[in-house]
């Protein structure tokens, strides 16, 4: 099986990316979704999170907005987050791997913004950067989540730059907003990871 893992920050295109494939065959394991379920069958990630993040949670669950405004505006509580997250959503990430080679899958994508820091790329045989200038990043993320501006930079602000990810990966694609073209990028950088 052919492990890809995909990183870039926020509003760079990474599910945009992880789409494309999908539609090739690949079987896309994301992060943030994995996160989400965790959080929801895992009663130890909640309890870590309330001590660290008092009154995060309400009845519905997390409060996300919430979560945002503290470790958004607060590096070391986001690393505490992350350090928290981390162990949980690697745990599980490494658990659906070994499911999905057992199915026989061919191309497995890991979709992680922290692929390269909680050590997922470790386990993947390609790693790639989706990149995106920061400007169109803020648009993006202001149109999708329905955040302010200011919510959105803090964000954006409290994120790697698009150059540690390309530094670090071993390729890069970037996306400009030029759907057509971002799409012929990446089924051909589907095929030149993959051979198919």
């Known amino acids: 099986m052919k492990i ?10 990474k599910s945009t990316l992880t789409g494309i ?4 065959g690949a079987v896309i394991l994301d992060a943030d979704e994995i996160y989400r379920e965790t ?14 993040f008092p009154g ?6 997390l ?20 350090a928290i997250t981390h162990k949980y959503v690697l745990k599980e990430t490494h658990r ?20 390269l820091e909680a050590g997922v790329d470790r ?25 302010d501006e200011g919510q959105v930079l803090a964000r954006v602000n409290n994120q790697k730059s698009d150059a540690y990810y390309a530094e670090r990966c ?5 996306n400009t907003g030029d759907q057509d073209s971002f799409s012929q990028s990446a089924r051909a950088l589907y095929t030149r990871l993959t051979g198919a």
Do not use: H, M
């Open 96 to 115: 659906r791997v070994a499911l999905e080679r057992g199915r026989g899958t061919a191309v497995c994508v890991i979709e992680a913004i922290y692929l």
């Open 4 to 13: 890809i893992g995909v990183t870039g920050p926020s509003g760079a295109g």
């Open 39 to 52: 959080l929801n069958a895992d009663a130890g990630i909640r309890d870590e999170i309330s001590a660290r």
């Open 63 to 82: 409060d996300r907005r919430r979560l945002a405004s503290i470790v958004f505006n607060d590096g070391k509580a986001l690393d505490d987050l992350n």
């Open 21 to 24: 494939w999908a539609r090739l």
């Open 123 to 147: 386990i993947c045989d390609s790693t790639v950067a989706v990149v995106c200038p920061a400007g169109q990043r803020v648009k993006r993320l202001i149109g999708r989540d329905g955040l």
């Open 56 to 61: 995060v949670f309400v009845e519905d669950g």
């Open 170 to 174: 071993d390729v890069s694609i970037e």
